[in-house]
C-alpha cells in the first residue's frame, strides 16, 4: 500500500513538472500586447521550470526573420546572456506601455528593473505574420532595442 501511494506522488510530480514545462505556442488568439507580456514574464523567470526555459518561450514568440538574425536558439541564448540583454534574464519587475498599434503592428515602450535594481527602458516591436503556414496570423516579435538605462531605483 505504501510503495503503491509513493509511485502515485512520484508520478503525479513528474506530470505536474512536465505539464509546466509545457511553451506556449504562437496562435492567432493571442493578442500582440499578451506576446509582449508572455516573453517578458517567462524572462523573468528564465531558469523556472528548467535553464533556460524563459529565453525558449521567448524564442517561440520571435519573428522567423528575426530567428534567422538571432539564431540558431543556442545563439540566441548567448545573446540574451550578453552584455546587452542580461537585465531581461530574472529581472524583478516590468512594465509594458503601449506606443502604436496599427493594422499588423504594434510598438511598446518596456521598462525593466534588473537584479541590481536598475531601470532600463526597451522598444519591442511585434507583427503579425502574413505568410501561409502554421504562423498565419499569429503575433511575433519582429525587434527589441539596445537597452536605455534608467538609473537606479535607489
Known amino acids: 500500500m505504501k510503495k503503491n501511494l509513493f509511485i502515485i506522488i512520484i508520478l503525479s510530480i513528474f506530470i505536474f513538472t512536465k505539464a509546466n514545462a509545457e511553451l506556449i505556442k504562437p496562435s492567432s488568439n493571442i493578442e500582440p500586447y499578451k506576446v509582449v507580456k508572455i516573453q517578458l514574464s517567462s524572462l523573468m523567470k528564465n531558469n523556472y521550470p528548467n535553464k533556460d526555459s524563459g529565453i525558449e518561450q ?36 516590468h512594465k509594458i506601455v503601449a506606443v502604436q498599434v496599427g493594422n499588423g503592428f504594434a510598438d511598446y515602450e518596456v521598462t525593466v528593473l534588473d537584479v541590481e535594481k536598475k531601470y532600463y527602458k526597451f522598444n519591442w516591436r511585434v507583427e503579425k505574420y502574413q505568410l501561409d503556414g502554421n504562423l498565419k496570423n499569429c503575433w511575433l516579435t519582429t525587434m527589441v532595442s539596445q537597452p536605455i538605462p534608467l538609473g537606479s531605483s535607489i
Open 58 to 93: 521567448t524564442w517561440e514568440f520571435a519573428h522567423p526573420n528575426n530567428q534567422k538574425y538571432t539564431g540558431p536558439l543556442e545563439k540566441f541564448k548567448i545573446m540574451l546572456k550578453g552584455e546587452s540583454y542580461k537585465m531581461l534574464l530574472n529581472h524583478l519587475d
